[in-house]
DNA sequence: CGGTACATTGACTGTCATCAAGCTACGTGG
DNA sequence: CCACGTAGCTTGATGACAGTCAATGTACCG
């Protein structure tokens, strides 16, 4: 968690458009004006003030949202794209978990157990609360205070749900938990071909697995008839409720696809 | 999360000694009017009740903190003993974590999304605020809602921390991080011999190991100096250090013994 | 056009799950 | 108090599976 290389732009004003860390060219003007989550919840008609809300920013793939905040306590509501948490417990970085779109992931607010990073997977809008203003703003809104509570014991649910798969024995259960996990995840994804988003060796990873048990565990699958691999990190789901059935388990996520 | 056998007392008023879900002779008075991390936070300088506090209860071996709260939703300030969480997605239920003195266990608000229930491991004392108490509380007391908020966040961590572990490739390591975990959470264990608390099965589900590896991996360490065991279920620390070696951590606990 | 990061495939070894049998501790009831 | 039953634990033998090492292959980047 260094604050070193702090994002270049910095937030002046907070009107509803994405702050850029990118350069200007590349960003979209779609999310521009996007309500995320956590402001679409604000009450005016209680006397919340809409300029409370989260500064809005476009996150370049590999960049940590740490450094954007610039500080060790805050709190963001992705938007679009995917973000993956970083565990370092001592050595080696390995990755623990993934932030889809209308997720709401938060920074511990006093210490960082071990430490942690959220980076950016895929070029991402996010809106972001920092300190000073998470502060204030979980003091004075309910309802941002209720969403950040409710968002927490959501998220540690979820992550109770990874140990399951994780725990167990056969990688193939693990890999094809993973698959559905994903594919579950993208709203987008209405003609079952979404993209796998991490490396295999990130995959791994987070299962427990080595990158080449994940490879052969992926073309086994695809072997088996229940998926394709258009692409590398590409998956096309040919037999979902039999992928469901490999693993195990059938991820049902509240917002996204139905699983 | 049956809510059938209700535990046999009911609350009826609010003073701060544990209610009894045991023959009264069984109940030590020795916890009476001892504050949990939540009543403790009480600031009646702001005018916040203290009998809003949680109703306080003893716990049987085995039973579960739903069945004594009768409701979908409530938060528990463990005092003494140890709880575990059971999580059964679908099949049979598998413990995915323990909960020792000092923290705080919440059910989730509204939706439970895989159907996990919190089970007493051994005769515990717990603070329990039960449904439209724990709302009526967490809207009027900040300090009870930061509380909460703070340990979700930290729970969480520790959660995360726990997939380290998991992902392991090596037994060994798994079950050396698991003594180190177990050991580094009892205030009492000056001597450096503490109770295991769960069966080999138990660990097993919890390291996503088979039990007959749990108890070989066990013997191992005894067999290489690291621990000795004086009983079945209880082991004293010969080389910390060295355990923590193998388990490739250290774990370290705000409250309890400095691990 | 070369470089780099990622992915695949193969061969081999170590570890762990599984099956199976016996053992210990503990509680219950005769 | 002892006999017995059960649940949990230990120990062994075996085979499948996943980690490791290594080499090759492929896409994407400048």
């Not at 008609?45 to 920013?57: F, K, T």
């Not at 940590?64 to 709190?75: K, R, V």
């Not at 979820?158 to 798969?165: D, G, I, Y």
């Not at 037999?239 to 509240?254: C, D, K, M, Q, Y």
């Amino acid at each position: 968690m260094t604050k070193a290389p702090v994002a270049s732009a910095m937030p002046s004003d907070a009107a509803p458009a994405f702050r850029e860390t990118l350069p200007a060219k590349d960003v979209g003007g779609a999310f521009e004006n996007m309500p995320c989550d956590l402001c679409a919840s604000f009450q005016p008609e209680n006397g919340e003030d809409r300029r409370d809300a989260g500064r809005r920013y476009a996150v370049r793939r590999g960049q940590a949202i740490g450094d954007i905040a610039a500080t060790d306590s805050w709190c963001a509501s992705l938007a679009t794209g995917v973000l993956r948490i970083d565990a370092s417990q001592g050595a080696a970085p390995r990755t623990v978990g993934l932030i889809f779109p209308g997720q709401i992931v938060a920074h511990p607010f006093d210490a960082d157990p071990c430490g942690t990073a959220v980076v950016a997977v895929t070029r991402s809008n996010i809106c972001l609360h920092a300190r000073g203003d998470l502060q204030h703003v979980t003091e004075h809104y309910p309802s941002i205070r209720r969403l950040l509570l409710r968002s927490a014991f959501q998220t540690l649910a979820e992550t109770r749900r990874w140990m399951l798969v994780i725990s167990r024995p056969r990688a193939r259960e693990r890999v094809a938990a993973f698959l559905v996990s994903v594919a579950g995840r993208f709203p987008t994804s209405g003609h079952d071909t979404f993209d796998l988003v991490l490396s295999r060796g990130r995959i791994g990873e987070l299962l427990g697995l080595s990158l080449e048990t994940v490879s052969r565990q992926i073309h086994a699958l695809a072997k088996a008839g229940l998926i394709a691999l258009p692409r590398r990190r590409h998956v096309r789901l040919l037999n979902r409720s039999g992928l469901e059935a490999v693993a195990g388990i059938t991820f049902r996520h509240p917002s996204g696809a139905a699983a």
